[in-house]
């Protein structure tokens, strides 16, 4: 049988190894975690990770809202002197099945896929079925109509003789489901009967919404970020293309090249040409394929993060930043708006000059001009109901009533593994009104640009199956650090404190013994025998086990069946180690009450902190 002054050395070593185990997890334990979570967030075949991308669990939704033209005859009777008057009617409601396809993996470290979306009518959140009419701005027309701005005029009376037996006006009235999804025009097939190639719209039907359901879109080339985490599903190649073309660079020299400065050689004469400096391709900014697809976005976000969503129907990247912090599910996330510059004049953003293809001047703060990618067509992109634009946006026109609440474009994002938990992506579609004297149905027009449409797509939730997994990888490491912390630290601490009592108790014995040697006289104490009735380490082991399980039901939200059995079969495992020592070591009814306080004072405090 082992001596006591062993045991007691075994209870006090083991009590300092459990303290700097606490010290250790305290240090290094997030640490730990984060390289665990980084090595599983990465895009890899056959994970979880993978599919969950490929096809998000999640069921968009998107609401779309149109803006009834009122007073439409009225506005042409009064040659454009009366404002128009907007009434908007939704939302008409279509849940979304997204997925990506053809997903082909490159050794580089990307992949690539297309992205399917297939959009599925919800009646019962929708005002009313897609056969409901409106009076809308007719947008062949004036598409074509702004195309022959400055065209001759015998161009333009051969288009009002067209115009005038085809019967079209500026404004007609169309159902939802022709707006959303297509209607035949008579413009678009004369078009393609007459127009040469290069020039043909290659549609056979307009709708906004045309050709974009059950179809696969371009192909994304992205990162799977198993190289650097940071490039997780950041876009590569899109469109067989690294950057677009279609913008002008802000300094361009206007003959072919582009120029940052001009610069004069001292040495030279002074009567040389300036040289022409050309900047390096990443200055020509505005033509960069920048962030992702809006599906997946880095981790480990913080509140100087910048995010970008590139968004090929409106041929730029969108630039996203950091607004505040709110709660999604339970979950902390990251609110993540546009940057003001993102729809930003040139006046107070001069880097959006090459943004402006055709001005002076160019578009108004609010609103940004997408012509150059909607085959010429004078569309401008805003958001809804002029929200943050200029204010004679909406002064031109009545029946609009902006409001953040309803209509800021954001994205909330769990910054930790940079999944987005709710996304509300909020546009409008407007088009521009030209006057053209020389066309009947353009005559009496005003310079306007009238809303046509605004929509919202996104989330509203991530599925329960989903959040709870979020839950656990975001709160159960933090649970798990305190908890290890503070039981290592506790019982270390109780075992050391109780191992030194009983060698200063050992101590004052065999002093006691000394003393009786030298003086007789002193009678000597009668042994102490330690006969133990009832043994307590069971019962201590069933009252410790207990107070875990009442920390980890006060908790259950946290955490999982599965969790919750493991942590209860390692806790009672550790636990019963430590009391059989203290069994040996100690057998005193004052051990047991004392260890009972402190496991019920470890209880509360740990349950305090947590919640």
């Not at 005002?127 to 004036?142: C, E, F, K, S």
């Not at 609440?405 to 910054?415: G, N, T």
């Amino acid at each position: 049988m082992l001596k006591r002054p062993i045991l007691t050395s075994v209870a006090i070593t083991f009590g300092v190894i459990l303290i700097l185990s606490g010290v250790i997890c305290l240090l290094f334990f997030q640490s730990l975690v984060d390289f665990i979570i980084a090595s599983r967030l990465p895009l890899k075949k056959d994970t979880e990770t993978f599919e969950l991308w490929r096809k998000p669990p999640a069921t968009p939704i998107l609401r779309v809202y149109f803006f009834n033209v009122t007073n439409a005859d009225e506005f042409i009777k009064n040659n454009g002197t009366i404002k128009l008057v907007l009434q908007e009617f939704g939302p008409y409601t279509y849940s979304e099945k997204w997925e990506k396809v053809n997903v082909t993996w490159h050794p580089n470290g990307t992949l690539s896929y297309r992205q399917k979306k297939l959009f599925y009518f919800e009646r019962d959140l929708s005002q009313g079925p897609q056969d409901d009419t409106y009076v809308l701005p007719n947008i062949p027309l004036l598409s074509a109509l702004s195309s022959l701005k400055y065209s001759t005029g015998v161009a333009k009376k051969a288009v009002a003789t067209i115009l005038d037996i085809l019967k079209l006006q500026p404004f007609h009235e169309r159902s939802v489901r022709e707006m959303m999804w297509g209607y035949d025009d008579p413009l678009l097939r004369l078009g393609k009967s007459i127009l040469p190639e290069g020039k043909r719209v290659p549609f056979d039907k307009f709708g906004l919404f045309y050709g974009k359901n059950d179809t696969a879109g371009q192909v994304y080339t992205v990162f799977t970020g198993q190289e650097k985490l940071s490039d997780f599903a950041r876009i590569n190649v899109w469109n067989g293309k690294q950057r677009l073309d279609i913008w002008k660079n802000p300094y361009d020299d206007g003959q072919g090249g582009n120029c940052t400065k001009l610069e004069i050689d001292e040495e030279e004469d002074e009567d040389e040409v300036p040289k022409c400096v050309r900047p390096a391709r990443d200055d020509d900014y505005c033509n960069m394929i920048n962030g992702t697809d809006a599906t997946g976005f880095p981790s480990m976000l913080n509140e100087n993060s910048t995010l970008y969503i590139f968004q090929p129907d409106l041929c730029r990247s969108l630039h996203l930043t950091y607004k505040e912090s709110v709660q999604q599910q339970e979950l902390p996330v990251f609110r993540f708006v546009p940057s003001e510059a993102t729809f930003g004049d040139v006046e107070t953003y001069p880097e959006n000059k090459c943004y402006c293809l055709s001005g002076p001047p160019c578009s108004r703060r609010g609103t940004f001009n997408i012509s150059v990618c909607q085959f010429d067509s004078p569309i401008f992109i805003s958001w809804p109901h002029f929200l943050h634009g200029d204010p004679s946006l909406r002064s031109a026109v009545d029946g609009l009533h902006p409001d953040p609440a309803r209509h800021q474009f954001y994205i909330d994002i769990q910054p930790k593994l940079g999944i987005p938990m709710q996304a509300k992506g909020r546009v409008q579609i407007n088009i521009q009104m030209n006057r053209i004297p020389e066309i009947a149905q353009a005559a009496r027009l005003d310079n306007v640009l009238i809303p046509v449409i605004w929509f919202e797509d996104g989330i509203e939730k991530l599925p329960e199956s989903l959040t709870s997994l979020i839950r656990q990888a975001v709160f159960v490491p933090d649970i798990a650090e305190l908890a290890i912390s503070v039981a290592c630290l506790g019982f270390g601490l109780v075992l050391c404190i109780c191992g030194i009592i009983v060698l200063g108790k050992s101590y004052m014995n065999k002093r006691g013994q000394a003393t009786a040697r030298v003086n007789p006289e002193i009678p000597p104490k009668p042994k102490r025998k330690y006969q133990l009735r009832v043994r307590p380490v069971e019962f201590l082991c069933f009252m410790v086990i207990f107070t875990i399980m009442e920390i980890l039901f006060q908790l259950k939200h946290l955490l999982n069946t599965e969790l919750l059995m493991l942590f209860m079969t390692l806790g009672y495992m550790e636990l019963l180690m430590i009391l059989e020592v203290y069994g040996v070591v100690l057998l005193s009814p004052r051990f047991v009450s004392y260890t009972l306080i402190l496991i019920r004072i470890t209880t509360l405090l740990v349950v305090y902190f947590i919640n």
